[in-house]
């Protein structure tokens, strides 16, 4: 069991927990084709949680390596930004667009995606192993993905329309890679 707090090792600990993010990313978006929306949010959340506690344990017990800041963002990706995008557009989208909307709602959720692959992308390249900043440049893809969880949950409750749905999508894409300032917890 020592690989468990061997930093170079493909399964230790904290690699382990974000691999339990991407297993709830996966069910998650296997639940939406199923329309169990309930679920895959459940599922969506959990993968949260393995979200936090996988970076508390990399440092926590100096397992940071850059196998883990790689297989972190790909659990990103998964997780926060194609699991709740296919959610809405699944959801909200395709139950109440045709035609051109459903067109245009196809590009902004493809937007946002490429805005999320790309702000990944953009802090892999600058992170440092175990290195934690203050603040976040742009909106971090879970932070996003929680926005865009309450923008569904709006929607669900008739508070939003589906046309400020997909506003309120393109925005959220674009303060993933904007230059707010965004405290780190």
Known sequence: MKFLFTPSSHFNLANLFTFVN????????YFITQNNFFLAIILA??????????????RKYKLSNEFGVQLDSFADFLSFVLVPVFL????????????????A?????????????RRL????????????????????????AILLWLVYLANAYEFLSVAL????????????????????P
Not at 45 to 54: K, Q, T
Not at 165 to 184: C, D, E, F, R
């Open 121 to 144: 992308i953009h802090f892999n390249l600058h992170a440092q192993v175990g290195e934690v900043s203050k603040y976040f440049t742009g909106v971090p893809t879970p932070l996003g």
């Open 105 to 117: 709602a196809a590009i902004v959720s493809i937007y946002y995606v490429i805005s999320g692959l």
């Open 45 to 58: 959340w959990i993968g949260g949680a393995f979200d936090i506690f996988d970076g508390k344990i990399a």
């Open 165 to 184: 749905v997909m506003a309120l999508m393109a925005i959220i894409g674009w303060t993933l890679n904007s230059k707010l300032k965004v405290p780190h």
């Open 88 to 103: 809405i557009f699944q959801a909200v989208y395709v139950a109440s667009l045709s035609g051109m909307w459903i067109i």
């Open 22 to 29: 991407i297993t709830a990313g996966l069910m998650a978006t």
